[in-house]
């Protein structure tokens, strides 16, 4: 059992990291900050699908390690 709840905050914090760098790198290419589009070599008119991918896919990452962490702290 206490390797079961090791887990379970080890996963809610690297999910939660996980998810705040893809918000990060999905601002940043909207923004377009350090030129991203040109590294990418993305077109313009297709930043705003991955854009909102990769919030929709951070929001809810962030929401699940959160429960996780959550989950981890209620059981100690």
């Known amino acids: 059992m206490k390797v ?3 887990l379970v905050a080890l996963v809610g914090m690297l999910q939660s990291i996980v998810a705040v ?3 990060i790198f999905a601002l940043g290419l909207h923004f ?3 030129s ?3 590294w990418l ?3 313009i008119e297709l930043s705003y ?3 909102t991918a990769f919030l929709v896919f951070g929001f809810f990452s962030i929401i699940s390690g959160s429960l996780l962490v959550q989950e ?3 059981s100690r």
């Open 72 to 74: 981890w702290l209620e």
């Open 49 to 51: 699908v991955h854009f």
């Open 21 to 23: 760098l893809t918000v």
């Open 4 to 6: 079961r709840k090791t």
């Open 32 to 34: 377009n900050f350090f």
């Open 41 to 43: 070599n993305g077109e």
């Open 36 to 38: 991203v589009q040109a």
